[in-house]
């Protein structure tokens, strides 16, 4: 017993250092983080960032008005800033009509819209089994239980 607590004592930093780090560590692996979480603007430079943003998914928009990626930008944003699960699900819904299947985030987010709206059971089984078939190692959490 002694021995082991003078080992204790002659190695006492690493043991503040590393201890502490990995309880946290620990702790953090076992925190469920959503994905569908995202604060509005708490302040002022977070506020001009957010406009900044909605700037850049505008010209997107302009600029490439074909394009699914400016009708998931608008998704994004009617989901995350407006709390507008409707208007989110119509700019997926635009976005997905060009056939895109390479964006994980359309893919995933129409599905939890639908999830959240209580669409058709149908129509959410189709919207998930789309997402996982084109990206079957995504780490998101099943839409049905976010």
Request: aromatic content about 14%; overall charge negative; cysteine-free.
């Amino acid at each position: 017993m002694h021995g082991i607590l003078d080992a204790a004592w002659r190695h006492r930093i690493l043991i503040a250092v590393f201890v502490p780090g990995i309880l946290l560590a620990t702790w953090e692996f076992g925190v469920h983080v959503n994905p569908m979480t995202v604060k509005p603007p708490e302040n002022d430079v977070q506020r001009r960032d957010v406009d900044r943003l909605l700037e850049f998914m505008n010209a997107y928009r302009e600029l490439y008005p074909d394009h699914p990626d400016g009708e998931t930008f608008q998704g994004l944003y009617y989901l995350n800033m407006e709390d507008d699960w409707t208007l989110a699900r119509m700019h997926f819904e635009n976005a997905l009509e060009s056939g895109v299947k390479t964006d994980k985030y359309l893919l995933y987010y129409y599905a939890f819209v639908l999830v959240q709206l209580r669409e058709d059971p149908a129509k959410i089984e189709a919207a998930i089994a789309n997402w996982r078939k084109n990206f079957p190692h995504s780490k998101f959490p099943d839409p049905r239980d976010a």
